[in-house]
Structure formats: C-alpha cells, structure tokens
C-alpha cells in the first residue's frame, strides 16, 4: 500500500501537468532571480578576479617603486614591479622637508573644516527642502537644480572671491566649493523618506524643528550622512585647482596634492621658498621615487578611513527609518 502511495504521489509530481506548472513558474520568474550556473559562477569570480587586479596592481607598483633605489629603478626602465633592493630613503628625504610637513597639516585641516561646513551646511537645506510645508521649498529647489546645469564659469567665480578679498586667504580654498547641490538632492530624498509616525511622535513630545533634526532626522540617516562626508572629505583632500588660482606663488599655504603636481611637473624641484628636500635630490634617491613616496603619502589617509565607512555603503540609501 505505501509503494503504491509513493508511486503515484511519484507519477503525480513528474506528469505533465506538474511539469507545465513548473515551467510556468520558471517562465513568470526574471532571470536574475534564478539559481547560478556553473558558468556564470565562474564567469563572475574571473571578472572580480580582474577587477580586484586592476585597481590593486597599480598600487603595488607605486608602493614598491617608493621603496625602490636607483639602481632598481634604472634596471626595471621605470616603475619597479618586484622588490629589488628596497630602501625608505625617499620617505626619509619627502618628510624631512618642511614643505611636505607644512602641506600635509594644510591638506588635513583643509579637510577637517571644510567637510564639518560642507555637512552642516548641506544637512540643514536638505532638511529645509524635505519639509513639505517650508517656507519657499519648492522654488527653493528648482533654483539649486538650475544651478547643477547652468553656472557663471571659472572667470565671474575667480573675480567674485577675489573681489571679496579671497586672493590668497584661507576661505578662498574651502567657501568656492563648500556646497554640493547633488549631495544636498541625495539627502533631501533620504529625508524625505523618514517615517512620519516618528516625526509625529516627537512633535506630539513638544519638539520642534531643530529638535526633530538633531533627535530623530540624523540618527535614522548616520549611514547617508557618513557616506556624503566621505564624499566632501575626499574632494577636499584632492582638491588643488582652487590654490593654483588663489594663492599659486605662497607655498607655505599649498596642500599636499598640489605638492605633488608641482614635483611632478617639475620633476627636480619645487618653486617657492625651498631650501633642500626636494630641490636637492640625494644621490641615493631617485626622483621617480620620491614621486611615487609623495603618492602613497597622499592616498594614506583615505585608505585608513574608508574601510571605517564602507559598509554604510551597503546601506546607507537602503536602510529605513521603521523595520517590520
């Protein structure tokens, strides 16, 4: 009795109608949705494979070329692949000259001030523009969305700061570029999407704007917030055009990337007041070497802080307010 049981619920699961309604189910699927192929699995790893090859091996070249001596240098033709004959006398010579020092504390506190502005600035109208009922929102809106297409070009913004008396003044390389119209869009919509029941409930509580900002708005949107200061943070750390038009002859006010485009372009010295470091190259150090040294110098500080903010990457534009 139950191999007959078994035989037939057997024939019933493998008989045409079963096998219609499978294809049927197959068929209303999306493919994306469906089970991994052997193929496409290891069509997958070869291409991440590849990826993860382009963006790392230029990265060794330029680490191990900083590590490299001369002699290594001049038998690789350029760019050391392998170690050979490793030293740390570029790094010896590129901080133990006080421009670098003098730009590497520029870069960072450029950095540091202008994203705590550029957030805070940024935070408060994207919060203004998610309010439905503000003031003047909508036209508000459109006139920062007009501005993302349409600008007065280099030489009105040149004669604007330096009318304002920004030629070679600190501001000048942090107010030109201190808002962000499409990182002000990204929060506004995030904002946007708050729960309402949560913005009620404070309300009910007695708060008000700035209340319901600070306790309910930010903490639900740390992931966004972390993810545009990053964005901020690494445009100001990069950041070199506004020097060569502000301040292009003052090299104790240059950040470390423009440094670096001076000693590239120049290739044996740096303009301004520079008595060493770089303009005397040691013998025993090659100035591919102290390029590739100021490199790495400048890619340091990003590469210690991402992986703190990479995984609200994965979440930052994801994440709600309410579970459930």
Same mark, same amino acid.
């Given at each position: 009795m139950t191999n007959a049981f078994t035989l037939g619920r057997r024939q019933a699961k493998g008989g045409p109608a079963a096998r219609a309604v499978r294809g049927a189910t197959r068929a209303e699927r999306p493919s994306w949705e469906e089970p991994p192929t052997p193929a496409g699995q290891a069509a997958k790893g070869v291409?991440? @494979?590849? +990826?993860?090859? %382009?963006? &790392?091996?230029?990265?060794?070249?330029?680490?191990v070329t900083s590590f490299s001596t001369p002699g290594a240098i001049n038998r690789a033709g350029g760019l050391v692949i392998w170690p050979d004959g490793l030293t740390v006398q570029a790094y010896r010579e590129m901080l133990g000259d006080p421009t670098v020092r003098t730009a590497l504390l520029v870069s960072l506190g450029i950095t540091a001030v202008g994203t705590a502005l550029s957030i805070a600035v940024s935070v408060l109208c994207a919060y203004g523009l998610s309010r439905p009922r503000s003031f003047g929102h909508r036209w508000l809106l459109v006139?920062?969305? +007009? @501005?993302? *297409? %349409? #600008?007065?070009g280099l030489i009105p913004t040149f004669l604007v700061v330096t009318g304002l008396g920004g030629y070679g003044q600190w501001w000048a390389l942090i107010l030109p570029s201190a808002v962000s119209v499409f990182n002000i869009l990204v929060l506004r919509s995030f904002y946007s999407e708050t729960s309402a029941e949560l913005i009620d409930a404070a309300r009910m509580d007695g708060a008000g704007d700035w209340r319901v900002l600070w306790s309910?708005?930010?903490?639900?949107?740390?992931?966004?917030?972390?993810?545009?200061?990053?964005f901020y943070g690494v445009g100001y750390w /990069?950041? *070199? *055009? /506004?020097?060569?038009?502000?301040?292009?002859?003052?090299?104790?006010?240059?950040?470390?990337?423009?440094? &670096?485009? @001076?000693? +590239? #372009?120049?290739? #044996?010295?740096?303009p301004g007041s520079l008595n060493g470091g770089f303009g005397t190259t040691h013998a025993q150090?090659?100035?591919?070497?102290?390029?590739?040294a100021v490199v790495v110098l400048t890619l340091v500080p990003l590469l210690i802080v991402y992986p703190f903010l990479q995984k609200h990457f994965r979440t930052g534009v994801l994440t709600g307010a309410v579970k459930g």
């Open positions: 291409t991440l @494979t590849g +990826v993860v090859a %382009v963006v &790392l091996v230029p990265l060794w070249i330029i680490v006139l920062l969305i +007009v @501005t993302m *297409f %349409v #600008n007065g309910v708005v930010l903490p639900t949107s740390r992931a966004v917030t972390a993810v545009i200061a990053l /990069n950041s *070199f *055009f /506004n020097v060569m038009l502000y301040m292009p002859t003052d090299s104790q006010k240059w950040p470390l990337q423009y440094v &670096l485009l @001076t000693y +590239v #372009n120049r290739g #044996n010295g740096l150090t090659a100035p591919l070497s102290l390029q590739m």
